[in-house]
């Protein structure tokens, strides 16, 4: 095992997908010599060069169509967008032309486009900074949406991404990337989690909290002090969004009764809408308590000196497990 930073796992694993494969790129804003703005693609354009990894121009929609481009010629791009809040310049490339060309061709023409984002609040930063626009992909037929919350599936899961023949958009909360964990030196990719699938990273036996990128750090802590009440708490990471994997969620749901579903997220018509509609239709008999929801508010996110009482922290997560057991 080696600790390392999120932001540090992924730029092993972007390092990683370059030496396995010479049709792999990078492209984005700064990218390069810079680095990228957080730093995620460090040191990567002076040992590939600029052919491989290269900076753009302030251009999104440019970035994507140039990307669908050259996975049509047999390269597989990696397109950075630099904040969350600057990928709806891309948004007609990305809804119109990346998600439905293989649909279109009837299966002829296969676009292996990973478009890495940096998401979510939590840095203190200015308007465009701080979104969370998953949804909009998710609901978005075509794209497979995929989101990492630890340093070991970041290395692991961007280069499963990479691999895929599918257009993959792949969140990275940025208010994590400084925080370190285990990455595993010498596993296998046949070893490794499936990209596709959540998993369980705290069992547990009284009520279950599901989250993914961000959040599940705070779901942790929230399990964690739960235990002072005598509450054993599950929490599950979906890790990915777009196929949904709940078949661990309805077996720890027909196991605990209760759910808590939490992202940041605003709530009407988010994931967890979606997942509370496929629970109850699933695990009806088995639920002591209506699902419920933990989400960032329904309004504009808030300017940084207030983003504290927009987030789902652990007193909101932890009054929702109250407001489960109170049924």
Not at 194 to 218: E, F, K
Request: proline share 7%.
């Amino acid at each position: 095992m080696t600790s390392m930073s999120l932001a540090k796992a992924l730029n092993a694993g972007l390092r990683t997908a370059l030496d396995t494969d010479s049709k792999t790129l990078i492209m984005g804003e700064d990218v390069g010599r810079l680095g990228g703005v957080f730093r995620v693609t460090d040191g990567l354009q002076k040992d590939f060069g600029e052919h491989r990894v290269i900076d753009t121009p302030l251009a999104e929609s440019g970035i994507i169509g140039t990307a669908i481009g050259l996975a049509m010629r047999g390269y597989r791009p990696i397109c950075e967008i630099q904040f969350d809040g600057f990928v709806y310049p891309a948004y007609d490339q990305i809804v119109s032309q990346l998600a439905k060309i293989h649909y279109r061709s009837q299966g002829q023409v296969k676009l292996p486009v990973v478009v890495r984002i940096p998401y979510g609040g939590g840095i203190g930063a200015v308007e465009h900074h701080s979104e969370s626009p998953e949804a909009y992909f998710v609901h978005t037929a075509g794209l497979k949406v995929v989101t990492c919350s630890n340093p070991a599936d970041g290395y692991t899961m961007i280069q499963q991404a990479v691999a895929s023949d599918d257009p993959v958009i792949f969140f990275e909360p940025k208010r994590r990337y400084w925080e370190k964990g285990d990455v595993p030196d010498e596993v296998p990719p046949a070893d490794w989690y499936p990209l596709h699938s959540a998993r369980v990273v705290r069992p547990g036996t009284d009520a279950t909290l599901v989250g993914y990128g961000p959040m599940v750090r705070t779901l942790l802590e929230s399990a964690e002090a739960a235990t002072e009440d005598g509450r054993d708490l599950e929490v599950i990471d979906l890790r990915t969004l777009s196929p949904l994997d709940l078949e661990a969620v309805y077996a720890s749901v027909e196991r605990t009764g209760r759910l808590i579903v939490v992202h940041e997220a605003p709530g009407t018509l988010g994931l967890g809408a979606e997942i509370a509609a496929r629970v109850t239709e699933r695990c009806f008999y088995s639920l002591e308590a209506p699902v419920l929801r933990v989400t960032g508010y329904d309004t504009p996110y808030p300017p940084a000196r207030l983003e504290d009482d927009y987030l789902p922290d652990l007193d909101r997560v932890l009054d929702a497990v109250d407001r489960s057991f109170g049924f």
